[in-house]
């Protein structure tokens, strides 16, 4: 049978049980995603997997309902490890819709919670473990959890967790589980670590991939307007004036964000901020007030970007370009998603040359440059507005905007006709 035929079929053809078809249908779930057209029948044969696709494509259900399968034929238990506490609760619920009704228990080990409640949960014996690798190291640590009857192990958003630091503690949790086990791992990009993890601690995984590593979402328009720092804010009170829907902007520093949620309140818009100096309780309801639309406007870091499951954000900002280009990728993937249309916009400074034609690479899109709107007068001077800025990071060593070659600083601040040299060769010039 073809992909295509099994996708007209829906779920089913995929080796899906009949009572899991049945929850499927019943929670409305018709048609499978590319992903999960393809990783669903090799998690159900119980073959290692590594997948590849860009964040927002139904991953999720893609391992959720092969490790379901498994641990109903099986006496074992299930392991999920993602970077952050949004993801992991967000994974959790989606497993409670599928295995309410067949009495399926989760424990979710996170940062910021109670280690009382979690223990708790982990002497109800639960079927499967969702957890940071930071919180289940402190267990394993603690001797309040023990991974040897785990049989199915998935890492979600790998290279996140990696990003973040976690390869230690990823690499310790890998020597505890057993080496019998089916593991599948999905991530948006695949750097060299994420290969050497895969040689290393899986049976010759299958690898998937439903678009090229770093695709960035396909519905999504990428602009780009070069503007001072100092204007930065003035020209996001003018975009939050233009786009009335759900924006989430992003900020380099957890300081910047606080700043910046603090700004957008001074123009009159309902906002909240998501980071990693904001409680458990905090950022839930961070991010629950922007799904019910208590908050139009939320402000987030890369810690969280991809802890951020709402499917109708009109725009995405990147206030400040990110410390990684491969971040560029998880943020506006934000966006566009459900096979929805979406609209991503940076804010790049004169000197960031460097790193946009580093993001355009890794898109294999050029992102054409507009011309900077009239501004509205700023409401704080630009010396009351510190945070640590992109261009302040030794990462870059950047230069101005001025293309491959040499020449001289490129004007810029009002918009205007005049070009610059982008990473095609070719020069930048404003629409």
């Known amino acids: 049978m073809t992909q295509e035929t099994e996708h007209r079929n829906g779920f089913f053809g995929l080796g899906i049980a009949p009572n899991l078809l049945d929850i499927l249908a019943r929670l409305r779930y018709t048609e499978p995603t590319p992903i999960q057209l393809r990783a669903i029948p090799i998690g159900i044969q119980s073959k290692d997997m590594?997948?590849?696709?860009?964040?927002?494509?139904?991953?999720?259900?893609?391992?959720?309902?092969?490790?379901?399968?498994?641990?109903?034929?099986?006496?074992?238990?299930?392991?999920?490890?993602?970077?952050?506490?949004?993801?992991?609760?967000?994974?959790?619920?989606?497993?409670?819709?599928?295995?309410?009704?067949?009495?399926?228990?989760?424990?979710?080990?996170?940062?910021?919670?109670?280690?009382?409640?979690?223990?708790?949960?982990?002497?109800?014996?639960?079927?499967?473990?969702?957890?940071?690798?930071?919180?289940?190291?402190?267990?394993?640590?603690?001797?309040?959890?023990?991974?040897?009857?785990?049989?199915?192990?998935?890492?979600?958003?790998?290279?996140?967790?990696?990003?973040?630091?976690?390869?230690?503690?990823?690499?310790?949790?890998?020597?505890?589980?057993?080496?019998?086990?089916?593991?599948?791992?999905?991530?948006?990009?695949?750097?060299?670590?994420?290969?050497?993890?895969?040689?290393?601690?899986?049976?010759?995984?299958?690898?998937?991939?439903?678009?090229?590593?770093?695709?960035?979402?396909?519905?999504?328009?990428?602009?780009?307007?070069?503007?001072?720092?100092?204007?930065?804010?003035?020209?996001?009170?003018?975009?939050?004036?233009?786009?009335?829907?759900?924006?989430?902007?992003?900020?380099?520093?957890?300081?910047?964000?606080?700043?910046?949620?603090?700004?957008?309140?001074?123009?009159?818009?309902?906002?909240?901020?998501?980071?990693?100096?904001?409680?458990?309780?905090?950022?839930?309801?961070?991010?629950?007030?922007?799904?019910s639309g208590k908050y139009r406007v939320l402000v987030a870091t890369d810690i969280a970007a991809r802890g951020i499951d709402v499917t109708n954000i009109e725009l995405v900002i990147n206030f400040d370009l990110p410390d990684q280009s491969e971040d560029y990728v998880h943020r506006i993937g934000r966006t566009g998603r459900a096979g929805r249309e979406g609209k991503a916009i940076s804010f790049a400074q004169p000197d960031q040359g460097r790193d946009v034609r580093d993001i355009e690479r890794l898109v294999r899109t050029r992102i054409p440059i507009i011309k900077l709107p009239e501004l509205p007068p700023a409401r704080i001077q630009p010396q009351d507005f510190k945070y640590d800025m992109p261009s302040d990071r030794p990462r870059s060593h950047q230069r101005p905007y001025h293309g491959q070659g040499g020449g001289s600083r490129p004007r810029h601040g009002g918009g205007g006709g005049h070009s610059r040299q982008g990473s095609s060769g070719r020069p930048y010039r404003h629409h």
């Open 50 to 291: 590594v997948g590849i696709a860009q964040t927002g494509t139904g991953k999720t259900l893609a391992f959720a309902i092969p490790l379901l399968q498994r641990l109903s034929a099986t006496k074992g238990r299930g392991l999920i490890l993602l970077p952050t506490r949004e993801l992991a609760i967000q994974v959790d619920e989606t497993l409670q819709k599928l295995g309410r009704s067949v009495g399926l228990r989760t424990a979710v080990l996170i940062g910021g919670a109670s280690m009382h409640m979690q223990i708790s949960a982990l002497r109800r014996n639960p079927h499967v473990i969702v957890a940071t690798p930071g919180r289940l190291n402190d267990h394993l640590e603690q001797r309040t959890v023990t991974l040897e009857k785990v049989n199915t192990l998935v890492l979600d958003e790998a290279d996140r967790m990696l990003d973040m630091g976690f390869l230690p503690q990823i690499k310790r949790i890998l020597q505890t589980v057993p080496k019998e086990r089916h593991t599948m791992l999905f991530s948006a990009t695949m750097p060299s670590a994420i290969t050497q993890i895969a040689a290393a601690y899986m049976q010759l995984p299958v690898r998937i991939e439903v678009a090229p590593s770093g695709t960035a979402a396909e519905r999504v328009v990428q602009e780009i307007f070069i503007v001072s720092k100092q204007d930065k804010l003035r020209l996001l009170e003018k975009l939050l004036q233009e786009y009335t829907g759900t924006v989430l902007v992003f900020s380099r520093t957890k300081h910047g964000a606080k700043k910046i949620a603090h700004a957008i309140k001074n123009m009159g818009v309902r906002s909240s901020e998501i980071h990693s100096n904001r409680s458990l309780a905090q950022r839930r309801d961070a991010l629950e007030g922007f799904k």
